[in-house]
């Protein structure tokens, strides 16, 4: 084998993991035309073809497939075993991706990052907001931070958050105009800001526990945001009844700004965990992280 296939294998399984040219070349820092070409080129020289590619989308062949499914493996244990390398180095170094929404970037994972990332150049880390579910190994995160009742059984999950909760919240000005719910089923007669989920599609249900009886209500309304600053500016502005988490819309409703809403409907759970597969040995970088992250309450 060349050297230069060896490159080349490595962009064509980038590209089978993202089956996108677009989003491969992103990731390679290379061009969507200088990635094709040389994809092309690796499969002239295997005299097979690698990669369906369609208008909309791109696929492995069976050959393909094969390919992936025999390379992949053995490429992430030569990252892994580099990665190892580290432990020599006196200093933590290395990259760290996380998978996270938006609500516990800024409230719990920024805020404890941020004092201590400065005490080691030597690491990275790429924090990808999203409210949707990943699957984090096949994305090459090495770790997620979600609720701790969401996290898979076959992960490892370490608490890194209180307890908080979800709560339904409308301006004074939109209350003047209609009753104000009493219990969750009267949601379904209101305008309600809604949450669209990123991997899912759908949109999110608001989730209610009261004495140990659970509801989910599916609402409807005029917008639909996938993100919680956007659903309380409109919430604000009197355009509905947001559900938010409530340590964002806390000062308003002290301030008056906003009103609290079926609170005794609104119970706590499990706060946020950094979650990783059990079986992936920890870089001094991630340790870091980690240990940054930890809950100490």
Request: overall charge neutral; glycine content about 8%.
């Amino acid at each position: 084998m060349q050297r230069e296939d060896i490159k080349d294998l490595l962009w064509f399984l980038e590209v089978a993991r993202e089956q996108s040219f677009t989003k491969a070349a992103a990731k390679l820092g290379t061009s969507q035309s200088s990635l094709s070409h040389t994809i092309k080129q690796l499969e002239a020289r295997l005299g097979v073809r690698l990669l369906t590619r369609t208008t909309r989308n791109v696929a492995p062949t069976d050959a393909g497939a094969r390919l992936f499914k025999s390379l992949a493996p053995r490429i992430d244990q030569i990252e892994a075993d580099l990665a190892d390398l580290v432990a020599f180095r006196d200093t933590p170094s290395g990259t760290v991706r996380l998978t996270l929404s938006d609500h516990a970037l800024q409230t719990t994972v920024w805020p404890k990052l941020r004092p201590i990332l400065k005490n080691y150049p030597d690491i990275r880390v790429e924090l990808y907001s999203d409210n949707g579910m990943r699957n984090i190994v096949e994305e090459r995160f090495d770790a997620g931070v979600r609720l701790g009742e969401s996290v898979d059984r076959d992960m490892i999950a370490v608490r890194i958050g209180p307890d908080w909760r979800m709560v339904a919240v409308a301006s004074p000005g939109y209350l003047a105009q209609r009753p104000t719910p009493e219990i969750p089923q009267d949601l379904v007669g209101h305008d309600c800001i809604n949450m669209r989920q990123a991997t899912a599609g759908g949109l999110a249900v608001w989730e209610f526990e009261k004495g140990g009886r659970e509801l989910r209500v599916r609402v409807e309304g005029q917008l639909t945001f996938n993100t919680s600053i956007a659903m309380i500016d409109a919430a604000l502005n009197g355009y509905g009844i947001a559900f938010v988490p409530e340590d964002l819309v806390a000062q308003h409703i002290n301030g008056g700004e906003l009103r609290l809403l079926l609170d005794d409907w609104s119970a706590p759970f499990a706060g946020y965990h950094l979650y990783y597969p059990s079986r992936r040995q920890m870089s001094q970088a991630m340790t870091v992280v980690l240990n940054a992250l930890r809950h100490k309450g």
